[in-house]
């Protein structure tokens, strides 16, 4: 069973930055593609950034310019490097991992909370 760790969530301030850090159980290279998702209280999770096997990526547009995604293959390993964080960054952020086969499966970390005070 594959596990996904979430870390590196807390409290910040408004232009302050975090790194979310997503430790897999297995080799990342498995993964056809991975990324964060993130819900706010009241809201439906979110796509923030994917990143694919051949390392395209895609951001949200709320996040774009802000955020930066990185995979560290020798350890098995994504992160996701938050600056200028907005209260509206908010949420609880959760990895995600995606097989297509033998049949599509998404993996998801348990999650972790980001809070960005005013």
């Known amino acids: 069973q594959v596990q996904l760790v979430e870390s590196g969530g807390g409290l910040v301030q408004a232009g302050g930055s975090l790194r979310l850090s997503c430790a897999a159980s297995?080799?990342?290279?498995?993964?056809?593609?991975m990324g964060w998702y993130r819900q706010a209280p009241g809201k439906q999770r979110e796509s923030v950034v994917s990143i694919t096997n051949d390392d395209c990526t895609n951001y949200a547009d709320s996040v774009e310019g802000r955020f930066t995604i990185s995979k560290d293959v020798a350890k098995d390993t994504m992160y996701l490097e938050m600056n200028s964080l907005k209260p509206e960054d908010t949420a609880v952020y959760y990895c995600?991992?995606?097989?297509?086969?033998?049949?599509?499966?998404?993996?998801w970390g348990q999650g972790t909370q980001v809070t960005v005070s005013s």
């Open positions: 297995e080799s990342i290279f498995s993964f056809n593609a």
């Open positions: 995600n991992a995606k097989r297509l086969l033998p049949l599509q499966r998404d993996y």
